[in-house]
């Protein structure tokens, strides 16, 4: 397969006038979120660096049909908390 990507040419664009659109939000870096919860790898365009700069979010199982994005799951969230970190809490 090749690589399938998103490009964000212009975030604040993207941000201002059609995220709210067609999600529930309209903030850039919830939309980033969303992202990376599919799997999605932010790469940088050139040597600018900034949550608000022009990049792309690449996925290596993608190819280039827009049709394969159908196939994607959302990764299931990782165990960063583990029981023997909590309190143990008493209920009476």
């Known amino acids: ?3 399938g990507k ?8 993207l ?6 659109n067609y999600y529930r939000h309209s903030k850039y ?3 980033q ?3 990376n919860y599919f799997g999605f790898k932010k ?3 050139g040597s600018r660096k900034g949550k608000m700069c022009p990049c792309s979010f690449v996925h290596d199982s993608l ?9 994607l799951k959302r990764r299931p969230p990782s165990n960063k908390r583990t029981s023997s970190s909590e309190p143990d809490l008493l209920v009476k």
């Open 1 to 3: 397969r090749g690589i």
């Open 33 to 35: 979120r969303q992202l």
């Open 29 to 31: 870096s919830s939309f």
């Open 15 to 20: 941000q201002d006038g059609v995220l709210g």
């Open 6 to 13: 998103v490009v964000v040419h212009d975030p604040t664009r």
């Open 43 to 45: 790469k940088l365009h």
């Open 63 to 71: 190819g280039g049909d827009p049709r394969s994005l159908l196939g």
